[in-house]
C-alpha cells in the first residue's frame, strides 16, 4: 500500500540555524501539506502546496517558512532560523482528489 | 470560539465496551468530517471519512455526522485493547484542515 515517507525521523538542532524537512508524498497525489504537532498539544495547519504553489497557509506559517517541491518526488519544509518554540512533530501529508489527507509518520524536531 | 470541539479524554473503558467519541464545530461550510487515530509519537492515520450527514460504518466503526447540528460522532464496537490510541476529529475545507484535540482513549483488558 503506497505511503508518505519522511525523512529524518528525528533531528536535532541549535537555535538560530536552519533545517529542512523532507517529506515523498504518494505518487499520485497532487495536493500536499505541512503540520506540526507540538508535544500533548493539538495538530495544527501550517500550509497546503498544489500546482507548484502555496494554496493555503496558517498564521503559524510566517517568513521563517518555505516550501518547496524541488522535483517530480519530494516536498519540503524549511525553516529558516530556528527558535526554541519550533521544537515539535512535523507531519507531511498528501491526496488525491478526495478530500481525505495520508499523513507520513513525522520528524521531530527538537530545537535547543 | 474554537472551529473544532473535542473532549481530550482520558476515557477508559473494559475490553468488548461500546465506546463514543464526538465533536463539535462551529463553521457551517465544513463538508468533509474525518476520524484519525494516532499512536504515540507516530502520524495519525486515516480510520473514516464522511461526505454527508448519517451514519458510516466500517467494521467495528461508525461515523455519524449531524450536520444541522454541527455534531460527529464515532463509535466503537467490541473494544479491544489494540484500539487504546488517541481518536482525532478533522474537518475540510475551507483553508485547511481542522482538527479537534484528540481523545485519549485507553481499554483495559
Known amino acids: 500500500e503506497p505511503e508518505v515517507t519522511q525523512t529524518p525521523s528525528h533531528q536535532v538542532t541549535q537555535m538560530g540555524q536552519e533545517v529542512i524537512l523532507r517529506c515523498v508524498p504518494i505518487?499520485?497525489?497532487?495536493?500536499f501539506y505541512w503540520y506540526r504537532q507540538i508535544l500533548g498539544q493539538k495538530v495544527e495547519f501550517l500550509v497546503s502546496?498544489?500546482?507548484?504553489?502555496?494554496?493555503?497557509k496558517s498564521e503559524i506559517f510566517d517568513d521563517q517558512f518555505s516550501v518547496e517541491r524541488p522535483d517530480g518526488s519530494n516536498f519540503t519544509l524549511k525553516i529558516r532560523s530556528t527558535k526554541l518554540e519550533d521544537s515539535a512533530m512535523y507531519f507531511c501529508?498528501?491526496?488525491?482528489?478526495?478530500?481525505?489527507?495520508?499523513f507520513g509518520p513525522g520528524t521531530r524536531l527538537l530545537v535547543l | 470560539q474554537k472551529e473544532v470541539e473535542q473532549d481530550p479524554g482520558p476515557l477508559s473503558v473494559p475490553e468488548g465496551a461500546i465506546v463514543s467519541l464526538n465533536c463539535t464545530y462551529s463553521?457551517?461550510?465544513?463538508?468533509?468530517f474525518m476520524w484519525y487515530r494516532q499512536y504515540s509519537r507516530k502520524g495519525p492515520e486515516l480510520l473514516m471519512y464522511?461526505?454527508?450527514?448519517g451514519n458510516k460504518e466500517d467494521g467495528r466503526f461508525t461515523a455519524q455526522v449531524d450536520k444541522s447540528s454541527k455534531y460527529i460522532s464515532l463509535f466503537i464496537r467490541d473494544s479491544q485493547p489494540s484500539d487504546s490510541a488517541t481518536y482525532l476529529c478533522?474537518?475540510?475545507?475551507?483553508?485547511?484542515?481542522?482538527f479537534g484535540s484528540g481523545t485519549k482513549l485507553n481499554v483495559k483488558p
Open positions: 505518487s499520485n497525489h497532487l495536493y
Open positions: 463553521n457551517s461550510a465544513f463538508q468533509y
Open positions: 478533522a474537518m475540510a475545507p475551507p483553508g485547511g484542515f481542522y
Open positions: 464522511t461526505y454527508s450527514s
Open positions: 501529508a498528501s491526496r488525491g482528489d478526495q478530500e481525505t489527507q495520508y
Open positions: 502546496f498544489y500546482n507548484n504553489e502555496i494554496s493555503e
